[in-house]
T-cell receptor, first 112, second 116 residues
Framework: QEKVQQSPESLIVPEGAMVSLNCSFS?????SIWWYQQHPGKGPKALI?????GNKKEGRLTVYLNRASLHVSLHIKDSQPSDSAVYLC????????????FGQGTKLSIKP | EAAVTQSPRNKVAVTGGKVTLSCNQT?????MYWYRQDTGHGLRLIHY???????EKGDIPDGYKASRPSQENFSLILELATPSQTSVYFC???????????????FGAGTRLSVL
């Protein structure tokens, strides 16, 4: 069974700082890696996904995937108070089934 | 934006009672999913469906049944609710997009269930 571990558990940074979140997974046969954002009392919302080794950038978000080390990271540039949320890393084992295995999440707080 | 609606938003049930959680999606997605979210465990997959009439067991199906009577609706049924099923339940829908080569899941706002 695939295992997904996220670090740190929580993070507090000042507004405008660069944020780095980490995620490790156990199965090199995993397909896409996803990052979801979850605000209190809401459902998770997909932010960005990556399949190939390397990096992918979308707006203020950059994700890096290293399949050899089974590690993926999410970087948020110029953080805003509205970025305060729980960030969930999720691994898809079958590209078209949509079944995701989630990590426990990182709680991010941006201080104005 | 894809729309997934869950009802009820909050539910208090008694041990041994029957509970039905409902989910409706207007995205015309083939796939639907039920997850539960607990502190320390993250989101865990209970049941999922590939279309009307189909249900499949996820990673933690014991104590739960699912029903997919139509493309739009997917229900989660607790026949004999227990306190260990106290949790927040999320429904999601998704479909493979050949254009972007990805399967994005869209989640509802969740149902908070307390079993006393």
């Amino acid at each position: 069974q695939e295992k997904v571990q996220q670090s740190p558990e929580s993070l507090i940074v000042p507004e405008g700082a660069m944020v780095s979140l980490n995620c490790s997974f156990s199965d090199s046969a995993s397909q896409s890696i996803w990052w979801y954002q979850q605000h209190p009392g809401k459902g998770p919302k997909a932010l960005i996904s990556i399949f190939s080794n390397g990096n992918k950038k979308e707006g203020r978000l950059t994700v890096y995937l290293n399949r050899a080390s089974l590690h993926v990271s999410l970087h948020i540039k110029d953080s805003q108070p509205s970025d305060s949320a729980v960030y969930l890393c999720a691994v898809s084992m079958n590209y078209n089934q949509g079944k995701l295995i989630f990590g426990q999440g990182t709680k991010l707080s941006i201080k104005p | 934006e894809a729309a997934v609606t869950q009802s009820p938003r909050n539910k208090v049930a008694v041990t041994g009672g029957k509970v039905t959680l409902s989910c409706n999606q207007t995205n015309n997605h083939n796939n639907m999913y039920w997850y539960r979210q607990d502190t320390g465990h993250g989101l865990r997959l209970i049941h999922y469906s590939y279309g009307a009439g189909s249900t499949e067991k996820g990673d933690i199906p014991d104590g739960y049944k699912a029903s997919r009577p139509s493309q739009e609706n997917f229900s989660l049924i607790l026949e004999l609710a227990t306190p260990s099923q106290t949790s927040v339940y999320f429904c999601a829908s998704g479909a493979w997009d050949w254009g972007s080569s990805q399967n994005t899941l869209y989640f509802g706002a969740g149902t908070r269930l307390s079993v006393l």
